[in-house]
């Protein structure tokens, strides 16, 4: 068996005698590992020279990892920098530890304030992953569970998470949605995507009654890290049309759990 390698110290293609060694993976993972707080962008040129690769290898190795998601380019300056797929390698991690150990009990208390639904998501590519349930006291039905997948620009937790992208990230992920009424998408392409972004992007929380599943009222809000970057939203449900004084009381309990798990990640 070959050595077990660190995540930060990625050996060359050649330097182990291991023949279960993958050198195009090698390769990109090193092309990832070179950018960095002090080198954000990065040209074909300036990334094949730190690795001392050839351009024609660190072009395939580019090509590969800008049409996944894990980086972006711009063609006005010809410069990469890192895509969102990069972010969504680390919500495995993180969700089973501690944004799901610190976020349940303030979902139960969520849910026992307003008499709601409560969940927990975070973003995977162009869906939002439910990690929470916490259902209501009052037995109403949701079609949603731990594990399901939703499209995230026609739900509440997904459009909280969407609008924390950039424009030029947000066309990245949008840039083959299918032009059709059925599937993940349903015609999401950049520019519809880039116009609820326009709403979303500056809002505290997000409300919709009935677009994404008929007779559900359901408002979301951000969690954020130490660095201030949303890394995952919490939601209310009820099946029972609210009044306007209701809503508003669901929407200050909603923000109050928010920050409390907020604070608990290290925001200050």
Do not use: C
């Not at 026992?112 to 109403?140: C, F, I, K, N, Q």
């Not at 083959?176 to 059925?182: L, Y």
Request: proline residues 6%.
């Amino acid at each position: 068996m070959g050595k077990t390698l660190s995540p930060i110290d990625i050996p060359s293609a050649t330097s182990y005698e291991d023949r279960y060694l993958v050198p195009g993976l090698i390769r990109g993972l090193k092309v990832l590992q070179a950018f960095s707080p002090d080198r954000p962008e990065m040209s074909l040129s300036e990334i094949a020279g730190h690795l001392g690769m050839t351009r024609s290898a660190a072009f395939r190795a580019v090509y590969t990892l800008s049409h996944l998601g894990y980086l972006i380019h711009d063609p006005r300056s010809r410069l990469y920098r890192l895509g969102p797929a990069v972010m969504a390698l680390g919500y495995g991690l993180l969700a089973s530890r501690e944004l799901v150990e610190i976020a349940m009990p303030e979902l139960e208390r969520l849910r026992d304030e307003t008499d709601w639904s409560a969940h927990l998501g975070v973003r995977d590519g162009r869906s939002v992953l439910y990690l929470l349930r916490v259902p209501s006291r009052m037995g109403l039905a949701s079609i949603v569970h731990v594990g399901s997948r939703l499209p995230a620009v026609t739900t509440t937790m997904g459009r909280i998470l969407l609008a924390d992208l950039d424009e030029p990230s947000l066309v990245a992920l949008y840039r083959d949605a299918a032009e059709d009424a059925h599937g993940g998408t349903g015609g999401w392409t950049p520019p519809k995507v880039l116009a609820q972004h326009e709403t979303d992007r500056d809002a505290e929380t997000i409300t919709q009654a009935g677009r994404f599943e008929s007779g559900v009222t359901a408002t979301a809000a951000p969690v954020r890290d130490l660095s201030g970057q949303v890394i995952a939203a919490i939601n209310a449900t009820t099946t029972a049309p609210p009044d306007d004084d209701t809503e508003t009381h669901v929407r200050d309990r909603l923000l109050a759990a928010a920050r409390r798990i907020s604070t608990q990640l290290g925001v200050e």
